[in-house]
């Protein structure tokens, strides 16, 4: 596993990065005191960081020990989780963003097995409505609005 975090690591950094570099290439339309590439390049940096740390616990000989495996329910579990995913853009298209991330977020957390129906309702719609916030006033990027883009 050394090796592995090793190379994971060091792919971290090329892909962070890559993103890094990608981003100074947006149009530099300063909507605050940031622009469009200040997600992107934020996220690029966390990126780098994760690397360096996996390969200095790698080095450290912090390696996690492989002890479980992928059965075969779990991978199914993991392909229709994917297949959700995919289905979320759809949803959040047709119906938009923050009503069809609470829809995706509910289902998919009756999927994985959440208990309580009350935390799962208002963990949905928590978390979508901050992520729409954020989205709308922070970062001021549109999201789909879909056929209820009346509501927000």
Same mark, same amino acid.
């Given at each position: 596993m050394k090796r592995a975090d090793?190379?994971?690591?060091?792919?971290?950094? /090329?892909?962070?990065?890559?993103?890094?570099?990608?981003?100074?290439?947006?149009?530099?339309?300063? /909507?605050?005191?940031?622009? %469009?590439?200040?997600?992107?390049? /934020?996220l690029s940096i966390l990126l780098g960081i994760c690397g360096i740390i996996l390969i200095i616990?790698?080095?450290?000989?912090?390696?996690?020990?492989?002890?479980?495996r992928i059965d075969l329910q779990g991978f199914f579990r993991m392909v229709i989780a994917i297949g959700m995913c995919i289905g979320y853009l759809f949803l959040m298209q047709a119906i938009g963003f923050a009503m069809g991330t609470t829809v995706f977020l509910f289902v998919l957390m009756t999927?994985?097995?959440?208990?309580?129906l009350i935390v799962r309702v208002m963990s949905s719609i928590t978390a979508s409505l901050i992520v729409w916030a954020i989205f709308?006033?922070?970062?001021?990027? %549109?999201?789909?609005?879909g056929m209820f883009g009346f509501t927000f």
């Open positions: 090793i190379g994971v690591g060091i792919g971290l950094i /090329i892909f962070g990065a890559w993103v890094f570099w990608y981003s100074t290439e947006y149009q530099k339309t300063v /909507i605050y005191i940031y622009g %469009p590439n200040f997600f992107p390049q /934020i616990r790698a080095m450290r000989g912090e390696v996690l020990a492989k002890t479980d999927f994985l097995g959440q208990q309580g709308r006033y922070f970062l001021v990027i %549109p999201l789909p609005m």
